[in-house]
């Protein structure tokens, strides 16, 4: 970790829908340049938090703080600083990949000189050139996840949520998918990303691991094999997940 700068600070977060308890006392802090793991089974609250997170939801009550700033009072602020890319894909399939890259571009508010120097580095680094003028719903399932990414940092955030990003790809394009995370990391984007499948985990800098709306284990992911007697982080998983199951 090259540095102790706090990029996020969560103590005692609760998201509560009624009587149901989505997230029961979270706590963590994520670290400037940080590749950030936040790992559970689907239902186990990850969602849930990065909603919050992103200021796109509010949390019952707990200390939660992105960038410095507070989740309660300045979520605007907080959307302006950060990019997001969302479980279900985010882009507009009816618009072509330039439409996409200039519609996001004028969100984020670059000027018309930023917006096309980024996107043609985007265009070339993807190697989209020959699909620059296509419909974004034609492209491979791999290429719009890949592109959608390369949207979500494009005005070079101080981090970027990635919710469950390589959902239904093959282990190749997801393979790809993690190249470009450690490009962003190497750029100095601090990357926060959920996702389910645990050989992932490997390749974090650091990871929490919910069950049941409760983080179970946090720490680097050596550590947490040699904690938990593991071989990998599926096994510590499902140790803990057994382990829950039999304390509740």
């Known amino acids: 970790m090259a540095t102790q700068e706090k990029i996020i600070h969560v103590r005692d977060l609760v998201k509560k829908f009624g ?47 992105v960038a410095g700033l507070n989740i309660y009072k300045e979520r605007e602020n907080i959307k302006k600083d950060i990019g997001y890319m969302s ?34 580095h985007m265009i070339e680094t993807l190697q989209l050139q020959n699909e620059r003028h296509k419909i974004v719903g034609d492209l491979p399932l791999g290429w ?25 790809v093959d282990p190749k394009t997801r ?33 929490s691991i919910m069950v049941d709306g409760r983080i179970e284990a946090l720490g680097k992911p050596e550590d947490l094999k040699n904690e938990h007697a593991a071989g990998s982080m599926e096994e510590v998983f499902i140790k803990l997940a057994r382990k829950q199951k039999e304390t509740s």
Not at 29 to 36: A, F, L, N, R, S
């Open 87 to 120: 479980q279900k894909f985010s882009l507009y399939e009816q618009l072509t990949v330039q439409e996409n890259i200039r519609f996001y571009g004028g969100i984020y508010g670059l000027k018309k000189k930023e917006l096309n120097e980024a996107g043609n």
């Open 175 to 207: 393979r790809q998918f993690w190249e470009l995370i450690y490009q962003a990391a190497d750029r100095g984007i601090t990357v926060f990303v959920t996702t389910h499948y645990m050989d992932e985990a490997e390749y974090c800098q650091r990871l």
């Open 19 to 65: 009587n149901f308890t989505a997230n029961d006392h979270l706590n963590f802090d994520v670290y400037k340049g940080d590749i950030y793991g936040f790992l559970g089974a689907n239902g186990a609250g990850k969602t849930t938090a990065i909603k919050i997170l992103c200021g796109l939801s509010y949390p019952t009550s707990g200390t939660v703080e």
């Open 144 to 168: 719009k996840q890949k592109l959608a990414f390369s949207i979500a940092i494009m005005h070079n955030p101080c981090i970027v949520f990635l919710d469950e990003p390589t959902g239904g």
